[in-house]
């Protein structure tokens, strides 16, 4: 079956340490993968793109990879802030066409002063 | 530029009433989407649209919930009947459309309660 997951326990972590959250995917075959991060009460936020001949992107503090032959891409972010703290969702695209994207159940993130 | 925004922000219905949530895009997406999000759990897809054409309805539960953009703007979902299983929060996103830019920009969200 088709299956994408994230870390399901909660991280917690110390301000100023990087915090590496994972999405894995099975029978899927995405071009591209997005992350989001959602707060309470509101809705996702649109954070990073990587896309299947990217190995790595990064902008600011936040890095993506992705290896698309361990179905797998990593979420780090660096010098953490407990302004970090939320919830943080991968999205794969099934059809590859921009149409409706598929959710990981998302990870919530903690970042203790 | 206004973002995505939906009303009501909150709707409680009793079990058997029928509810219709808007969405009002970003001036100018093309697709517009549904999505609707349990507790705990990361945005589930309900339909699709481009411009005014229902492209995808893959997602919806039951024929009990119908959408609709008549205009290729606003937007309408509409739950028949509602179940205590339909609680949850119903987020609406629009996309630019292109292959330049697949992002989506969600709404905050409609927290629907059925008691």
């Known amino acids: 079956s088709q299956k994408i997951e994230q870390n399901s326990e909660a991280l917690n972590i110390q301000e100023g340490k990087t915090a590496t959250l994972t999405c894995n995917y099975t029978?899927?075959?995405?071009?591209?993968l997005q992350w989001y991060r959602q707060d309470p009460g509101r809705g996702p936020v649109f954070l990073l793109l990587?896309?299947?001949?990217?190995k790595e992107k990064r902008k600011e503090r936040l890095k993506v990879t992705f290896d698309t032959t361990l179905k797998q891409s990593l979420f780090h972010i660096t010098a953490s802030q407990p302004a970090d703290s939320a919830t943080y969702l991968c999205?794969?695209?099934?059809?590859?066409?921009?149409?409706?994207?598929?959710f990981g159940q998302g990870t919530e993130l903690s970042v203790k002063p | 530029g206004a973002g995505v925004s939906q009303s009501p922000r909150y709707k409680v219905a009793k079990r058997g009433q029928d509810v219709a949530l808007r969405c009002d895009p970003i001036?100018?997406?093309?697709?517009l989407f549904w999505y609707q999000q349990a507790l705990g759990q990361g945005p589930e897809f309900l339909t699709y649209?481009?411009?005014?054409?229902?492209?995808?309805k893959s997602g919806l539960p039951s024929d009990r919930f119908f959408a609709e953009r008549p205009e290729g703007s606003v937007s309408t979902l509409k739950i028949q009947r509602t179940q205590q299983e339909d609680s949850a929060v119903y987020l609406c996103?629009?996309?630019?459309?292109?292959?330049?830019?697949?992002?989506?920009?969600f709404g905050p969200g409609t927290r629907l309660t059925v008691t």
């Open positions: 996103a629009s996309r630019a459309g292109g292959i330049s830019s697949y992002e989506q920009y």
């Open positions: 029978n899927y075959s995405p071009a591209y």
């Open positions: 990587i896309r299947e001949n990217e």
């Open positions: 999205a794969l695209d099934p059809n590859n066409q921009g149409g409706k994207l598929i």
């Open positions: 001036s100018g997406h093309v697709s």
């Open positions: 649209f481009q411009n005014e054409a229902q492209l995808d």
